[in-house]
């Protein structure tokens, strides 16, 4: 996703809320938010969100994921993350997308819980925990509750690859 030097949605959404601490949002608003590009900086709006959660997000879609990216970089406080994955076939672009971002290092500094609802270990959901399990520095909590674990990887299966992160 590239910065738009105009008005973004996201600028106009957010500069009306200054003391937001958390802040909860289903894969429709997120579409809204990246409409217009994102801005170039982190918005100051956004500084005391200690718990970020996304309701249906769509891992096939750049857009939804670019746009959550940006906003874990735009919470410097942020403590817990939650992600509800919606049912969606892995594309490569979002998967290159991921293995090419280092835009997280360092970002999320306080994050202590992550938690993937309706995770299913699909490549593209593996490469986006890869990335926050790289970036969290005090990580203490992750859980991925795999809810079809006849069809996909066992929980167990699923594990055992994260560990390798």
């Known amino acids: 996703m590239v910065a738009s030097p105009v008005c973004s ?9 200054p003391c937001l601490m958390q802040l909860d949002i289903s894969g429709h608003l997120l579409e809204y938010l990246t409409m217009g590009g994102l801005p170039e900086n982190c918005l100051t709006a956004l500084n005391n969100v200690k718990s970020f959660n996304v309701r249906a997000m769509f891992f ?22 939650t992600i509800e994955c919606m049912k969606s076939e892995a594309v490569e672009l979002v998967v290159q997308y991921l293995q090419d971002q280092s835009s997280l290092c360092g970002a999320v500094k306080l994050l202590q819980k992550v938690h993937m609802n309706m995770f299913r ?17 005090v990580l203490k909590e992750i859980s991925a509750w795999n809810y079809v674990h006849i069809l996909y990887p066992s929980g167990r299966e699923i594990m055992d690859e994260l560990k390798q992160y």
């Open 60 to 81: 096939r879609s750049i857009k939804h994921v670019s746009g959550v990216i940006y906003l874990i970089t735009s919470f410097p406080k942020l403590q817990k993350l």
């Open 9 to 17: 949605n996201s600028t106009k959404f957010f500069c009306h809320m």
């Open 121 to 137: 270990g699909l490549e593209v959901e593996m490469e986006f925990l890869r990335l926050i399990l790289a970036s969290a520095l």
